[in-house]
Nanobody, 119 residues
Framework: QVQLAESGGGLVQAGDSLRLSCAAS????????MGWFRQAPGKEREFVAA????????SYADFVKGRFTISKHNAKTTMYLQMNALIPEDTGVYYC????????????WGQGTQVTVSS
């Protein structure tokens, strides 16, 4: 089992920055990738960014390219999302996701952290 704990959400104004963190604990010896998803009120959960744990570059949704940066700390099994130039449309609950080696889908999810961007 893997447990995920997100932190760093909050209420900010448009143009501000936030840094989200996601710490994985438990059986994290078979980490394939970690990623961020978000869900705005009344909308489906959508992909934001992901990073492979051993090689390969990050991937981003088009709507965050140039504004968000995903990074990781391998030894701590921790992932970060630096969010700059936030806009009100970025408002939502941001979820951390974890994918184990040999698994096609994201098989562990965090509880989410709220990000609210006011105009």
């Amino acid at each position: 089992q893997v447990q995920l704990a997100e932190s760093g959400g909050g209420l900010v104004q448009a143009g501000d920055s936030l840094r989200l963190s996601c710490a994985a604990s438990g059986y994290t010896f078979r980490t394939s990738a970690m990623g961020w998803f978000r869900q705005a009120p009344g909308k489906e959960r959508e992909f934001v960014a992901a990073i492979r744990w051993n090689g390969g570059g990050p991937s981003y949704a088009d709507f965050v390219k140039g504004r968000f940066t995903i990074s990781k700390h391998n030894a701590k099994t921790t992932m970060y999302l630096q969010m700059n130039a936030l806009i009100p449309e970025d408002t939502g609950v941001y979820y951390c996701a974890y994918k184990s080696l040999g698994v096609d889908n994201w098989n562990y999810w965090g509880q989410g952290t709220q990000v609210t961007v006011s105009s």
